[in-house]
């Protein structure tokens, strides 16, 4: 009788696991599946909003930033190659990684929310945080640099083929 009851609350607590995680992963996993989240909804705090980038947009830095991006930091593997979202290590993700070349991404992300999500990372998602494990601060501003010049590289890259 004992053993019964025991199993019982085995049974029990195992369905109830399995509602919690439902409900609390359920409807996430559902609305991205497989696809990027909705770009819409800030990964970052408020308060990320207004931090600057203290290094200067130039070409050099441009530069830095791509080598960064494809050399140490490794973000390629996730975020491709041009930076659409479609690296090797990426298109199995569930929610896939941001698509840079997305200029309504670009138009409502801040630098600073940018830096923060480097920093923290995005729970729930492969990415992680790469500062400063991977990457210093000073490169994560360098990279952003990067980041921002995506949509004009891509465009290039198309058009020259
Ligand atoms: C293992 C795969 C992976 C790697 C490597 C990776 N990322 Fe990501 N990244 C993701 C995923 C997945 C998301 C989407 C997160 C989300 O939807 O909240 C993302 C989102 C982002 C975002 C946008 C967050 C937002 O505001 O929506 C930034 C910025 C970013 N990554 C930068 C980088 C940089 C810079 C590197 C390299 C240092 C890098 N990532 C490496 C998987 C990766």
Known sequence: MKKTIFQLSVVFLGLYAILYLFVR??????????????????????????????????????????????????????????????????????????????????EIRTDGELFWVIRNGSAGTGMFSYSPAYITEEESWMVIRYLRAIPMEVQKAKTIK
């Open 25 to 106: 992963l359920g409807p996430q996993e559902a609305e991205t599946n497989g696809k990027e989240r909705d770009i819409e909804i800030p990964r970052a705090p408020g308060e990320s909003k207004t931090v600057k980038n203290p290094i200067p947009n130039t070409a050099e830095m441009i530069a830095k930033g791509n080598k960064i991006y494809h050399e140490h930091g490794g973000c390629f593997a996730c975020h491709g190659n041009l930076g659409e979202g479609d690296g090797p290590a990426g298109t199995t993700l569930n929610p896939r990684p941001r698509n840079f070349s997305n200029t309504r991404f670009q």
